[in-house]
T-cell receptor, first 112, second 111 residues
Framework: GQNIDQPTEMTATEGAIVQINCTYQTSGFNGLFWYQQHAGEAPTFLSYNVLDGLEEKGRFSSFLSRSKGYSYLLLKELQMKDSASYLCAVRDGHTGFQKLVFGTGTRLLVSP | DGGITQSPKYLFRKEGQNVTLSCEQNLNHDAMYWYRQDPGQGLRLIYYSQIVNDFQKGDIAEGYSVSREKKESFPLTVTSAQKNPTAFYLC??????????FGQGTRLTVV
């Protein structure tokens, strides 16, 4: 089985930095993904980690520690358009039967 | 243009009826997935498939059925056995190792 936990909601101010945490427990780990989802729309891919460490992509960075079952998404220089839900997803399983499982998502509200 | 297409965008169903949601991709992806999303909630896995003619149940498969007769297509049938089918349904595809790409979603309402 698998269990993926994220905070339900966070608030931050325009221009600030926010860190969204994700912890997971899976039977077979094969990668962790972060997605952004605006209300009523499909999720869009943000980042991917399969090895320990930090992946940076513009204003967004994602960190992974496999031994701790922990990841975070770091958003810098927040903009109003960053108000959205952020979904952590884990590829769980072994070769041939890998499923992509999502956490419940973190709603981020950016205020002026 | 390569992509993943779901249809229809909005669907209304009477209680007791089966309904099929379409999902087609031309990305040459082996893996395809169906998720359900309820208001304010995350994505819950219904079914997934990694190769043609094979699929696996996800966490909430009861009341749903799928087929994978072609690599490009992974239709989802919501049967009358699904007690609370009103939700936003998302289809996705990926390579075996890569990130998933999502369709625009189908919003199903039971009337």
């Amino acid at each position: 089985g698998q269990n993926i936990d994220q905070p339900t909601e966070m608030t931050a101010t325009e221009g600030a930095i926010v860190q969204i945490n994700c912890t997971y427990q899976t039977s077979g780990f094969n990668g962790l993904f972060w997605y952004q989802q605006h209300a009523g729309e499909a999720p869009t891919f943000l980042s991917y980690n399969v090895l320990d460490g930090l992946e940076e992509k513009g204003r967004f960075s994602s960190f992974l520690s496999r031994s701790k079952g922990y990841s975070y998404l770091l958003l810098k220089e927040l903009q109003m358009k960053d108000s959205a839900s952020y979904l952590c997803a884990v590829r769980d399983g072994h070769t041939g039967f890998q499923k992509l499982v999502f956490g419940t998502g973190t709603r981020l509200l950016v205020s002026p | 243009d390569g992509g993943i297409t779901q249809s229809p965008k909005y669907l209304f169903r009477k209680e007791g009826q089966n309904v099929t949601l379409s999902c087609e991709q031309n990305l040459n992806h082996d893996a395809m997935y169906w998720y359900r999303q309820d208001p304010g909630q995350g994505l819950r896995l219904i079914y997934y498939s990694q190769i043609v003619n094979d699929f696996q149940k996800g966490d909430i498969a009861e009341g749903y059925s799928v087929s994978r007769e072609k690599k490009e297509s992974f239709p989802l049938t919501v049967t009358s056995a699904q007690k609370n089918p009103t939700a936003f349904y998302l289809c996705a595809s990926s390579t075996v190792e890569g990130e998933a790409f999502f369709g625009q979603g189908t919003r199903l309402t039971v009337v």
